[in-house]
């Protein structure tokens, strides 16, 4: 009977305990101390993340025919310094990933910079735009004061500030006499969105040169040049031989090679013709098994590349070739934004703030009603002018305007019109009462396979609706789904959101660490695709209550995104179907992910992992929802996190011109 009691005391200090531990959470998240906020965003790799994940974004980036572009500033260097910089970079987690020409570029465009013994070169804390070599000397990393290391020659750091604007991370001190080379993050990314453009231009230019391909749509063509490959052949090298079976289609982009074939088996091949730059064979691979007719061989001392597309690849992306070429990848047109009659009049004044929803970088959210009828709540998103100009955010807030104005999805966030004063920009939105998913997400620890489901299924058809309509997203986080009082999850926060067509691409590095995709960790331009990564990224957290990449310093989290989703050990607790989806998604090429192959996103919603979910259920808003809201009345905040009122009174922005849309 002692046993007993003891047993059940214990269990009560056990649900106490646990208690605790979720109102620690929740302080701990709104209240950061000094070490917490060294590490914001950041946590052990399979813990629970406890504080909100911040987004970052870089300035928005060079745009095509900028004279930039054109041209980049070289410094002269001697090959033992070259073979140096190039060294360092090729060691390097992050920059080896980089494509040769454009580490050569980079090896060029490096400019001297000496420090003395004693002097700072990095200081934590500071906004820095600059990645060095170390050549001669040695230097010392502090971080937090703490000494981490020293360096010698033929090291890289500070790469993390050639990505965007953000703080160093830690201190770096010359503790001899330094000879460094630095490159800053304009010159790097015109270097990298240039080296892009100029591939897929001649990429583009070599495919339109084929009659098999002539005819195509451009948007079709540039989708064909995202799945070819460039190989390399050597002198002598048979790249194809007769009576062989083929499935792989060729374009010459560089040298020349000779075409033989043999009249018989015992005779010797007989040259045909010779091939050059722009040249193509085995086209017809890529409408099925090909048996191969001829021998083709390499004819250049210098080897041959070629642009290869194999079958395989080019009907998952594209499908079958003479049915591609009737389709027609249509822009769908832009949809003038349309406004309720009723919020036309309305102004700032008809409003009272009653409590604070959200608070982040730009600025908050705040519960208001109307004054003349209080059982009217809305979300009132407050953004300090100066802080967007400050960081250059101003397309990014004038995109959020537009494309939330346009959308009108069940599964998004309802915008109704905008206002502004001379310090702040006002949006006035939908309010889901139900509060963020992530908080949810948070007290709970992790979600089931069912309440994943659902709550992905949400995201599909949120995603669904803008890829149709050319927009991306590049936001996704448990953080910017909120719960309306059904339980059913809506996109929010459309700063990073951007229409960019079809088969096209944006340079702008942006979003949240632990979600961004590889191609725009490594400015190689990116596409309604890296949406589809998130989703993989979103689903592993979802399930385990944090993502799969995660680092001390957002740098650390880039490379573990690199080395890739097949690296990482999924914990039993996610399903077999479940994993399956999520490394679809997370593909390190584009191209090869689900929902950007022939069927879209429908593929996705076919996967196994989806067997017996009911799509027409939820878009009708008659499925259960995992988890129902408790919310009293219209003006209940009671599911939101508290947080401190804002003390800081940003100045009057007095550049004016670039917020009349508002």
């Not at 949400?458 to 995603?463: K, Y």
């Not at 331009?525 to 949406?531: E, P, Q, R, Y």
Request: hydrophobic letters at 35%; a negative charge; charged letters at 30%.
């Amino acid at each position: 009977e002692r046993i007993r009691e003891l047993e059940c005391i214990l269990a009560e200090k056990d649900e106490e305990i646990e208690e605790l531990k979720a109102k620690l959470d929740k302080f701990q998240s709104i209240f950061p101390t000094a070490t917490q906020q060294r590490h914001l965003g950041t946590f052990g790799a399979g813990m629970p993340r406890t504080q909100r994940a911040q987004g970052i974004s870089a300035e928005p980036n060079l745009v095509i025919g900028d004279p930039s572009l054109a041209q980049v500033r070289t410094y002269a260097k001697s090959e033992k310094t070259k073979t140096l910089i190039r060294q360092a970079i090729l060691e390097n987690d992050f920059m080896k990933h980089l494509e040769d020409c454009q580490i050569e570029e980079i090896v060029d465009c490096m400019y001297p910079v000496e420090y003395s013994n004693g002097s700072c070169i990095i200081k934590e804390g500071d906004v820095g735009s600059l990645v060095y070599v170390l050549e001669d000397g040695k230097v010392a990393v502090t971080k937090a004061g703490a000494h981490l290391c020293n360096m010698g020659e033929g090291k890289v750091f500070g790469e993390l500030a050639i990505l965007y604007n953000c703080t160093r991370t830690a201190t770096v001190k010359a503790t001899t006499n330094v000879r460094l080379w630095a490159i800053d993050r304009h010159c790097f990314q015109a270097i990298m969105m240039r080296t892009g453009l100029l591939k897929h231009t001649e990429y583009l230019e070599f495919l339109t040169s084929v009659p098999t391909f002539s005819k195509l749509d451009e948007d079709l063509l540039r989708r064909i040049v995202d799945v070819m490959e460039e190989c390399h052949f050597e002198y002598g090298d048979y790249i194809i031989r007769q009576g062989a079976i083929g499935d792989t289609f060729y374009i010459i982009s560089k040298g020349n090679v000779q075409v033989t074939k043999r009249k018989s088996a015992s005779s010797e091949p007989v040259v045909i013709r010779k091939l050059a730059k722009g040249d193509w064979f085995g086209e017809r691979a890529l409408q099925g098994e090909d048996m191969r007719t001829a021998n083709v061989v390499v004819d250049d001392t210098e080897g041959v590349t070629c642009l290869v597309i194999d079958r395989q690849s080019f009907t998952q992306l594209i499908g079958d070739l003479d049915s591609v070429k009737q389709k027609k990848y249509d822009e769908v047109p832009v949809q003038n934004s349309k406004s309720d009659g009723f919020y036309v009049g309305l102004t700032l004044e008809d409003f009272t703030a009653i409590d604070t929803l959200g608070v982040g970088g730009f600025g908050r959210v705040e519960l208001v009603e109307l004054k003349n009828d209080i059982t009217k709540t809305y979300a009132m998103k407050v953004l300090k002018k100066r802080h967007i100009v400050d960081t250059r955010q101003q397309e990014h807030i004038k995109n959020e305007k537009a494309i939330m104005m346009e959308c009108q999805s069940d599964f998004i966030v309802k915008m109704y019109r905008t206002f502004r004063d001379t310090k702040y920009i006002y949006m006035l939105l939908e309010c889901c009462l139900g509060g963020e998913l992530w908080t949810v997400l948070r007290d709970k620890g992790h979600f089931d396979d069912s309440a994943a489901r659902f709550y992905t299924g949400c995201v599909v058809e949120a995603f669904t609706y803008m890829h149709s309509r050319g927009i991306i997203y590049r936001d996704l986080k448990p953080e910017n789904l909120l719960l309306d009082t059904r339980g059913y999850a809506k996109l929010v926060d459309f700063g990073f959101a951007k229409r960019i067509g079809f088969s096209r691409k944006t340079w702008t590095f942006c979003g949240t660490p632990e979600y961004v995709a590889p191609e725009i960790i490594l400015n190689k331009g990116h596409d309604l695709s890296a949406d589809y990564w998130s989703l993989g990224i979103l689903m592993y957290e979802l399930m385990t209550g944090s993502p799969p990449f995660s680092g001390s310093d957002p740098m650390k989290t880039y490379n573990q995104i690199l080395k890739g989703i097949d690296m990482i050990e999924f914990p039993k607790k996610i399903s077999k179907n479940a994993q399956s989806l999520i490394r679809k998604l997370c593909r390190d090429n584009p191209s090869e992910r689900l929902g950007n192959q022939r069927n879209g996103i429908k593929d996705i919603q076919k996967h196994k992992w989806f067997d017996g979910f009911h799509w027409v259920g939820l878009r009708k808003g008659s499925m259960s929802p995992p988890i129902k809201p408790q919310v009293s009345s219209s003006s209940d905040s009671s599911n939101f996190d508290k947080f401190p009122e804002d003390e800081e009174e940003p100045p009057p922005d007095d550049l004016s011109g670039w917020d009349v849309d508002f």
